[in-house]
Structure formats: structure tokens, C-alpha cells
């Protein structure tokens, strides 16, 4: 492959990876776009937020206030993630040179994932050095990375319970439907006792009844 494939191949990268996010106006040209730091400090936000207070940066139209900007930005955030940019470097992205706010993704996007790579060996010493670099997806938590084989076994683990889970729902509801069946069948069985109890009484007076009238009808004729 290219040098230029290559460096084509990177872009790409980067473009695929800042058109995933959602910034707070669309994105047309990318140089004019970050030209004047607000959406760099968005960008910055998402990975580094303690260092980062968006409202520090207002939209501008001029060089000067685009610079400003991205002075402020300098000194207060990328200074502290050690990305700190020269004041041409800085005079370039106010004036939307072409070609230099790419060279700063890259370089955030390396340190990204530096960072992330260095928490993930905190985490787990010297384990797998695969890593899930899901971290530049805004989907995923900024700065949290975890080696792949340990990322597949948690995800099966999940799985298994959420089966175990799903098993457990089922032989609940048999069990609810047992229970129903019983209480039916218990009431079926008092009302049934209710019955045979009443009508036992009904037969064991009766006799007595009909008895004492007919001592009673033999008094009169003697």
C-alpha cells in the first residue's frame, strides 16, 4: 500500500469517526467547521469533561475571535492533556488552512486512545493487549476500553443469564398457573364439603321430625 493510500486510508478514519458525532450545528467543510474551536471543545467534552466548559467558547466570525478561541482552549484544555498547539498552528485553524485541523484530530485521536489503552493496563495489567477501541464511539463511555477476550466473555455471561433469566420467567408462570388450579380445586372441594354437610344435617333431622309427629298423631286417636 501507498503512502498516499495510507494517508487517505487515515482521513478517512478520522472523517468516519467525527461524522459519528453529534455537534451542536451540522458539519459542512471540516476546516471552516473547527475553525473558529467551538466544536473542538464539543469533541473535547465528550472525552475529556472535567477540563472542558463549553460555554469558555462562543461562536465567532472574525480571525481574531476564532483565535481567541482557540488560545483559550489551549491553554485551559489541551495544555492539560499535554496537546498543547503553537501560535501558528493556532493562527492556521482560525484561518481555516486546509489540511491542519485533520493533523489536530489525529493527533486527539491517537491521544484518545493512549489514554484509553493506559487505563485498560491499570485495569488489567498485562493481559490481552487486543482492545475494543470502542471508545471513539460516541455510543460508548469516553476514555473506557476493555481487552477483547475479556469484552466476548462478559458478553456471553450476559447472555447466559438473560437465558437463565427467561427459564426462571417460565417456570414462574407455570408455577402461578399451578397455583390457580389448586385454589380452584380447593374451593371446588370446601363448597363441595359445604354441600354434603348441609345436606347430611338436612338427612340425620328429618327422621326426628317425622317421628315425633306420628307419636304425636297416636296420643290423639287413644
Known amino acids: 500500500m501507498s503512502a498516499k493510500s495510507e494517508t487517505g486510508d487515515h482521513l478517512d478514519e478520522i472523517y468516519d469517526w467525527i461524522d459519528q458525532i453529534k455537534f451542536s450545528r451540522p458539519k459542512r467543510n471540516i476546516a471552516r467547521d473547527f475553525s473558529d474551536g467551538v466544536l473542538m471543545a464539543e ?4 472525552y475529556y469533561p472535567k477540563h472542558v466548559d463549553v460555554h ?12 481567541d478561541n482557540w488560545s483559550t482552549l489551549n491553554r485551559k484544555v489541551l495544555s492539560k492533556i499535554d496537546m498543547r498547539l503553537g501560535k501558528e498552528t493556532i493562527n492556521q485553524l482560525a484561518s481555516s488552512q486546509p489540511g491542519v485541523i485533520e493533523k ?9 486512545l493512549k489514554d484509553s489503552n493506559a487505563d485498560k493496563e491499570s485495569l488489567y495489567g498485562q493481559e ?6 470502542s471508545v471513539l464511539n460516541p ?6 476500553t476493555v ?8 458478553k456471553q455471561e450476559l447472555q447466559e443469564k438473560k437465558d437463565m433469566i427467561s427459564v426462571l420467567q ?5 408455577l402461578e398457573n399451578i397455583m390457580k388450579l389448586k385454589d380452584q ?3 371446588d372441594l370446601t363448597a363441595q364439603i359445604i354441600r354434603s354437610s348441609i345436606e347430611r344435617d338436612i338427612t340425620t333431622t328429618r327422621p326426628h321430625i317425622i317421628g315425633s309427629g306420628i307419636s304425636k298423631f297416636s296420643t290423639k286417636l287413644a
Do not use: C, M, W
Open 147 to 154: 481487552p477483547r477476550h475479556i469484552f466476548t466473555r462478559l
Open 43 to 46: 469533541l473535547l467534552k465528550r
Open 170 to 174: 417460565q417456570r414462574i408462570s407455570h
Open 139 to 144: 455510543e460508548e463511555v469516553a476514555n473506557k
Open 128 to 133: 490481552d493487549n487486543k482492545e475494543v477501541k
Open 104 to 112: 489536530v484530530l489525529s493527533d486527539l485521536r491517537a491521544k484518545i
Open 185 to 187: 380445586r380447593i374451593d
Open 56 to 67: 469558555n467558547y462562543v461562536a465567532g466570525n472574525s480571525i481574531a475571535k476564532k483565535a
